[in-house]
């Protein structure tokens, strides 16, 4: 017995082929699409081993399509799972990017001619900002920046 269970309403069917026939979706929103056609009580009905067969997934992802489905609805089960975290915490906030810009917009320390990114990354290790950090970091920040 499946313990989830696909029920379509006719406006999930529309959306569903819709984003079948435009094309223009990303491959895994389509094969999403697809699956959930299929595996909808008051159509075919197809097992989830027939649809993994049908769309070259495992029936795993087959199970997760239908559970995402039933628990929180189409859009989460067509979109990707949003992380709740990024993979790496930022090593400079926007207090830390204010200080930065204003550190690579004023006059460069005795001796230079213009802020590197090495210095950049030193000067703000130096004024205790972050404890550590790359010059391509400080690159990134300020690429965003400006």
Not at 4 to 22: D, S
Request: charged letters at 30%.
């Amino acid at each position: 017995m499946v313990k989830y269970v696909v029920r379509l309403t006719e406006e999930e069917r529309t959306a569903l082929t819709e984003v079948i026939g435009k094309g223009k979706a990303a491959a895994r929103k389509i094969k999403h699409a697809n699956v959930l056609l299929k595996l909808d009580a008051g159509g075919p009905g197809w097992s989830d081993a027939q649809a993994a067969d049908a769309f070259d997934c495992s029936a795993r992802t087959v199970f997760s399509i239908r559970q995402r489905f039933v628990e929180a609805g189409l859009e989460a089960a067509l979109e990707r799972k949003k992380r709740e975290h990024p993979p790496r915490e930022r090593l400079l906030d926007g207090d830390g990017e204010a200080q930065l810009v204003r550190l690579a917009c004023s006059a460069p320390p005795e001796g230079q001619a213009r802020w590197t990114l090495t210095l950049l990354a030193e000067s703000l290790v130096e004024l205790q900002v972050v404890e550590t950090i790359s010059p391509q970091t400080v690159m990134r920040t300020l690429k965003k920046t400006f």
